[in-house]
């Protein structure tokens, strides 16, 4: 590590206040360029001991720019891992605040509910199916709090990898049922289709995002708990919103799950 625990606690303040004040800030490591990958995941678990501070609950996991189209988008090459708060879930068909946001965008995923603890060094996809209770369709509301969404892996790891709101919903459908490669997708906003794709597109099999995160908290003592919510990443580009928008997603066999900006 290259920070100090006065200097991360300090920075997750500050992201945290971004956040909480719907503000954007440069990115972090404009003026700590010297951070490495330990310093911005102990920010990143800072920001988590904030929240629970607060009163809030971690109830799910994340990973982060998983398909090539993301990471072309973000100009990354390496998918990022966080978390998901309590107060980041929005009611299946319910209202997203834009007022709370800074620049929101959308992007359809498949989320996947564990049945047994999932712990790496390791773990790969047919371990990952196995831990896997059902999957169903999730929207994730990504809202970066850097400015004009740009910044480097480490300066988002930081910030939570951009977390903000989600959805699921639709049908849970034992994962044995399906073919996860082959699953289209539809992304609709105000009833026209905005993004097309299909599950392979993260990481060859959204699967494998799983097995990438158990890995990644393997390796720092830690496990994907059963009964987790988690979701495996954005299977196209992410598509801006704003208020008065309503977003839809269609997943092939497991139907739709949508919310409203407002």
């Keep these: 590590m290259k920070l100090d625990d006065k200097t991360i606690a ?56 998983t398909s090539h189209a993301k990471m072309k988008q973000m100009g990354v090459t390496t998918p990022v891992f966080g978390f998901m708060a309590d107060n980041y879930a929005v009611p299946e068909g319910g209202e997203c605040k834009v007022s709370e946001l800074i ?11 564990t049945r047994r603890a999932l712990k790496g060094p390791g773990c790969h996809i047919a371990a990952v199916l196995a831990a896997t209770d059902f999957v169903l369709p999730g929207i994730e509301v990504i809202d970066s709090r850097y400015r004009d969404f740009k910044f480097d892996l480490k300066s ?15 049908r849970a459908v034992p994962v044995d049922e ?15 289709p905005v993004a097309f794709g299909a599950g392979a597109a993260v990481l060859g099999h959204p699967a494998a995002a ?39 997603l269609k997943v092939q066999g497991m139907g739709s799950v949508g919310l409203r900006f407002v």
Excluded: C
């Design 10 to 65: 300090a920075l997750a303040e500050h992201l945290e206040t971004s956040e909480l004040e719907a503000r954007d800030t440069p990115k972090i490591t404009d003026d700590y360029p010297q951070m490495d990958w330990d310093d911005a995941y102990a920010i990143q678990n800072e920001l988590r001991r904030r929240k629970l501070a607060r009163g809030h609950r971690v109830i799910g996991l994340k990973a982060g720019l």
């Design 210 to 248: 799983i097995a990438m995160l158990a890995n990644h908290l393997g390796a720092r003592g830690e496990e994907i708990p059963a009964g987790t919510l988690i979701l495996s990443g954005g299977i196209t580009e992410a598509v801006a919103v704003k208020a008065g928008d309503a977003v839809t």
């Design 103 to 113: 620049h929101p965008k959308v992007e359809p995923e498949i989320a996947f509910v």
């Design 178 to 192: 399906v073919d996860l490669r082959t699953t289209g997708i539809v992304l609709e906003k105000n009833g026209e």
């Design 156 to 170: 988002v790891v930081a910030d939570n990898t951009s977390a903000s709101r989600f959805v699921v919903g639709g």
